[in-house]
Nanobody, 121 residues
Framework: QVQLVESGGGLVQPGGSLRLSCVMS???????????MGWYRQAPGKQRELVAT???????YYADYVKGRFTISRNNSRKTVYLQMKALEPDDTAVYYC????????????WGQGTQVTVSS
């Protein structure tokens, strides 16, 4: 069973930066390379929403509300996906979840436990 472990959340002032990391454990490298990795977030009282995704070939997609401020990347040898967040705004406050989707099997869709990001002065 694939396991995703996130880290890097915390409290930051508006305009600040944070980097989130997500490691895929209990999986060999070839398995990680079969997954599109993504970050989602969920603010209190709101639905979970997509932030960004990156394919095994490093093709990226960003939601409009983070485009130009956030950067998603992956290190396949480390089985890790990152989310570099800059120019953070109070509306970015949410629990951020790492996601892994198998490119060839829709039933293989995994989530991390989430990491809290709070943007406040």
């Amino acid at each position: 069973q694939v396991q995703l472990v996130e880290s890097g959340g915390g409290l930051v002032q508006p305009g600040g930066s944070l980097r989130l990391s997500c490691v895929m454990s209990r999986a060999i490298l070839s398995v990680f390379n079969m997954y599109t990795m993504g970050w989602y977030r969920q603010a209190p009282g709101k639905q979970r929403e997509l932030v960004a995704t990156v394919t095994s070939g490093h093709t990226t997609y960003y939601a409009d509300y983070v485009k130009g401020r956030f950067t998603i990347s992956r290190n396949n040898s480390r089985k890790t996906v990152y989310l570099q967040m800059k120019a953070l705004e109070p509306d970015d406050t949410a629990v951020y979840y790492c996601n892994a989707k198998d490119d060839h099997d829709d039933s293989k869709n995994y989530w991390g436990q989430g990491t809290q990001v709070t943007v406040s002065s």
